[in-house]
């Protein structure tokens, strides 16, 4: 699976959207991007993925760079409750196990 | 559906004591795998159950052991507990654990363990 790289950190304004980078410059045709969140002492939660289309689903958004070397998630209007970290994740998804990196820790500030 | 149940939700244990923490995964999936998340090393894989059978194991020391029932729920135990067993454990279940990304498979809450 190729690797991604995320900003540790972000703030965002409750009701504003908040904007999520990923960078996945080797990135292979057959590759997805996922992206998942927890919550504090919670599990993984699925959010959405897509491999070259941008997708949009009730939770979020997810706009993939047309060279899929980068996505952005986009959560449309933040609240309180999207604290948590992310995940970008690139796979396959042709295995049995979950890999995650260190993801981006998002704080909506009130 | 009921989504995947892991119990119980936190549990203290001392050093040296065995603890057992239970799954039970969404109705009809028959894969259960099973994950300790720590600060220091974030999302690790310690095995993967498919209808009774071990399929895949992480680098874990034998203290860490598993199994699955004929209804899928698993079970995984911890036997001497060291410190550095507190974590937070999640359990994941999909329908056959071959391809665990996306909306078809989901996590427990997990069992946060503390060990004293």
């Known amino acids: 699976d190729a690797k991604t790289t995320q900003p540790t950190s972000m703030d965002c304004a409750e009701g504003r959207a908040a904007n999520l980078p990923c960078n996945h410059s080797?990135?292979?045709?057959?590759?997805?991007v996922y992206w998942y969140r927890q919550i504090h002492s919670q599990g993984p939660q699925y959010i959405i993925h897509g491999l070259k289309n941008n997708e949009t689903n009730e939770m979020a958004s997810l706009i993939i760079t047309e060279d899929r070397k980068s996505s952005t998630l986009i959560l449309p209007h933040a609240t309180l409750r999207d604290t948590a970290v992310y995940y970008c994740?690139?796979?396959?998804?042709?295995?049995?196990?979950?890999?995650f990196g260190t993801g981006t820790s998002l704080t909506v500030i009130p | 559906k009921a989504g995947v149940t892991q119990t119980p939700r936190y549990l203290i244990k001392t050093r040296g004591q065995q603890v057992t923490l239970s799954c039970s995964p969404i109705s009809g999936h028959r894969s259960v795998s099973w994950y300790q998340q720590t600060p220091g090393q974030g999302l690790q894989f310690l095995f993967e159950y498919f209808s009774e059978t071990q399929r895949n194991k992480g680098n874990f020391p034998g203290r860490f052991s598993g199994r699955q029932f004929s209804n899928s729920r698993s079970e995984m135990n911890v036997s001497t507990l060291e410190l550095g067993d507190s974590a937070l454990y999640l359990c994941?279940?999909?329908?056959?654990?071959?391809?665990?990304?996306?909306?078809?498979?989901?996590f427990g809450q997990g069992t946060r363990l503390t060990v004293v």
């Open positions: 994740i690139v796979s396959r998804n042709t295995g049995n196990q979950f890999y």
């Open positions: 080797t990135i292979s045709g057959n590759e997805y």
């Open positions: 994941a279940s999909s329908l056959n654990g071959d391809r665990v990304y996306g909306p078809e498979a989901f």
